[in-house]
């Protein structure tokens, strides 16, 4: 099975940078995958890391570790449009498919 | 190019009633996945198919739910005689076939289900 973690909640400042950790446990890994929710609407796609190591994209960047089970998402220069659920997913390589299995979400919100 | 693209967006039942969720696949996607996220929870997975196969059905519920993915038209989640606890988000995704580079899955928006 497949066991993920990540903070309930953070709050930050406008124009900070904030980093939001998540760590799990799979039998068979194939992929972490980072997703953006505002409230009442559908994920979005933010970043995937296979292999070790940071990857940037514009103002976020996504850091994986797998001999830790850890990855995290940094949010850079935020904006008030930011604030949003920021949702950790894992791919099993077992299945053979695309389906990710999610933690619970961080639930961020930025402040003046 | 559509995305994924999910009806209704809004259904409400009464207990008792039948609620069905339709999902039509991104261009190109031969994937569907159904998720469903409880009011503040996270997105669970219920079932991944593909055309006319059900490939792994280990998220959903053991009695009511069901889903196809007929050959021809959209993929179907159906949930009978609902209960207040089935109130919740549906979303379904897809997928291009593989675990590719890049392949990941993409939502549609949702289908929030109130059963009063």
């Known amino acids: 099975g497949q066991n993920i973690d990540q903070p309930t909640e953070m709050t930050a400042t406008e124009g900070a940078i904030v980093q939001i950790n998540c760590t799990y446990q799979t039998s068979g890994f194939n992929g972490l995958f980072w997703y953006q929710q505002h409230a009442g609407e559908a994920p979005t796609f933010l970043s995937y890391n296979v292999l070790d190591g940071l990857e940037e994209k514009g103002r976020f960047s996504s850091f994986l570790s797998r001999s830790k089970g850890y990855s995290y998402l940094l949010l850079k220069e935020l904006q008030m449009k930011d604030s949003a659920s920021y949702l950790c997913a894992v791919r099993d390589s077992r299945t053979g498919a695309n389906n990710l299995f999610f933690g619970t979400g961080t639930r961020l919100t930025v402040i003046p | 190019n559509a995305g994924v693209m999910q009806n209704p967006r809004h259904l409400v039942r009464r207990r008792g009633q039948e609620a069905r969720l339709r999902c039509s696949p991104m261009?190109?996607?031969?994937?569907v996945y159904w998720y469903r996220q409880l009011p503040e929870e996270g997105l669970k997975f219920m079932v991944y198919l593909q055309k006319e196969n059900i490939i792994d059905e280990s998220g959903m519920p053991k009695e009511r739910f069901s889903a196809e993915f007929p050959k021809e038209g959209p993929s179907i989640l159906r949930i009978q005689q609902v209960v207040r606890g089935d109130s919740a988000a549906y979303f379904c995704?897809?997928?291009?076939?593989?675990?590719?580079?890049?392949?990941?899955?993409?939502f549609g928006e949702g289908s929030w289900l109130t059963v009063v």
């Open positions: 261009k190109g996607h031969s994937h």
């Open positions: 995704a897809s997928s291009p076939p593989g675990q590719g580079t890049g392949n990941t899955i993409y």
